[in-house]
């Protein structure tokens, strides 16, 4: 997944970034306002991961800004403020989650993770194609019970993939919701991806199409359905 950190403490940011990319995530961060909108007017992320008191511009006005132009991103909001008054008028501005500063790391990582699930599967702790299954929350995925071993950017790969299921993804979807700024990935690079991708889920039931001039589409096979599990 794509995630934006706001935030002006450095060493704050370098934290909670250095802990989502080891997750697998693509993280870029910004320390103040101006910053934080133009990135969100620019690229497309899952996540937000937002300080109110941001220098330039508040972080309240970003998050008003970013709703005003129709984004449904997930918002996370950290911030020292930690009256009642100010986390219910973040959540009626459209925060899905807002954090007290200090807090503890597992917390906030488990935060996002039920932030990334709810936006990547709509709730729905696992998915199922054909013999395929993937546990969003746990980044972990089976070929009927069997461990599927995937690299980082292959399960990212997948991720991406499932979140827009039997959607065409393009290319340059793909490509940004595998790489942050400080990444760079090749044309060739994400067609060696999607071909060890496609190797690993050979006879899973799940198939990933090329849509020529469009992109590609993960969709079940004749012998394999879409199928989301509650439990």
Not at 86 to 93: A, G
Not at 109 to 132: F, T, Y
Not at 200 to 227: D, F, M, V
Request: with cysteine; glycine share 6%.
């Amino acid at each position: 997944m794509r995630i934006l950190i706001a935030e002006d403490d450095s060493a704050i940011a370098a934290a909670l970034k250095a802990s989502l990319a080891e997750c697998g995530h693509a993280v870029d961060n910004v320390d103040d306002g101006v910053s934080a909108d133009h990135a969100l007017s620019n690229d497309a992320y899952d996540l937000l991961v937002l300080d109110l008191g941001l220098p330039r511009m508040e972080g309240n006005q970003v998050l008003r800004l970013a709703r005003a132009r129709g984004s449904n991103i997930a918002v996370m909001v950290i911030t020292a403020r930690d009256r009642v008054a100010d986390r219910v008028q973040m959540l009626d501005s459209g925060a899905d989650d807002y954090l007290v500063k200090p807090f503890e790391l597992a917390e906030f990582l488990a935060r996002s993770r039920a932030l990334l699930r709810r936006r990547s599967s709509g709730g729905v702790p696992e998915v199922v194609v054909g013999r395929l299954r993937v546990n969003i929350g746990a980044r972990r995925a089976w070929l009927d019970d069997a461990p599927l071993e995937l690299t980082a950017r292959e399960y990212s790969l997948l991720e991406a993939l499932l979140a827009r299921q039997q959607r065409v993804v393009s290319r340059a979807q793909l490509t940004e919701a595998l790489c942050d700024w400080e990444q760079d990935l090749t044309s060739n690079g994400l067609d060696i991806s999607i071909h060890r991708l496609r190797r690993k889920l050979h006879n899973s039931g799940a198939h990933i199409r090329t849509i020529r001039g469009l992109g590609y589409l993960l969709e079940p096979t004749e012998t394999g359905q879409a199928i989301a599990l509650d439990a």
